[in-house]
């Protein structure tokens, strides 16, 4: 089976633009969970989708936004850019019933 | 909200040492996984322990957990240079709060050959 993969690998954006970052689970896993990673507050969960419902979210703000699609695909959006947002941001998906999340590679984002 | 602690942040050994990380926790679990992660990539999952499981083997790697100190331990054995990564415990909380997985800072461990 394919592994997790997530579009942009590496992203450079300026401040107040917005970016959209893609990922594609493991085949047949239908929750997909999205987390931000920074040196200063670790890894942070953004938020959950199953069967394209959000069914978790973190504490971010409305900025942070996400879909999933009817293939599992999902997608995470974050608008109007800070630099604070400069992070690596990793997909994980999960089989139904199963704990364990298997991470795709991570998109690392650059905003300056 | 970042809910599990590991200890130490960092960790320096020679190969075919052991090394120990510890994790701490706040609220009620169902279950505490470990992950690790090279480098800047994704996180790639070890094991998991259930809340009603003590002690958990795979490989050369041996997990503890004491729900009553909340807290899990990570034992590799016979480190290689290979495990040279950081690693994260994470919960899955049972108790209030959206988030699914929680992971603590992790402890980055460098194996030296």
């Known amino acids: 089976k394919a592994g997790v993969t997530q579009t942009p690998r590496y992203l450079i954006k300026t401040r107040g633009q917005q970016v959209t970052l893609s990922c594609s689970p493991i085949?047949?896993?239908?929750?997909v969970s999205w987390y931000q990673q920074t040196p200063g507050q670790g890894l942070q969960f953004l938020f959950e989708y199953f069967s394209e419902t959000q069914r978790n979210k973190g504490n971010f703000p409305g900025r942070f936004s996400g879909r999933q699609f009817s293939n599992s695909r999902s997608e995470m959006n974050v608008s109007t850019l800070e630099l604070g947002d400069s992070a690596l941001y990793l997909c994980?998906?999960?089989?139904?019933?199963?704990?364990?999340?298997?991470f795709g590679p991570g998109t690392r984002l650059t905003v300056l | 909200s970042q809910q599990g602690e590991e200890d130490p942040q960092a960790l320096s050994i020679q190969e075919g040492e052991n090394a120990t990380m510890n994790c701490s926790y706040k609220?009620?679990?169902?279950?505490l996984q470990w992950y690790r992660q090279n480098s800047g990539r994704g996180l790639v999952h070890l094991i998991l322990?259930?809340?009603?499981?003590r002690e958990k083997h795979s490989g050369r790697l041996r997990v503890t957990l004491d729900t009553s100190k909340k807290s899990s331990s990570l034992l590799i054995t016979a480190s290689r240079a290979a495990d040279t990564a950081s690693y994260f415990c994470?919960?899955?909380?049972?108790?209030?709060?959206?988030?699914?997985?929680?992971f603590g800072k992790g402890t980055k461990l460098t194996v030296n050959p």
């Open positions: 322990i259930r809340s009603n499981e």
């Open positions: 085949s047949g896993h239908r929750s």
């Open positions: 994980a998906s999960s089989g139904l019933g199963v704990n364990e999340q298997f």
């Open positions: 994470a919960t899955d909380g049972r108790g209030g709060g959206s988030e699914k997985l929680v």
């Open positions: 609220t009620s679990i169902n279950n």
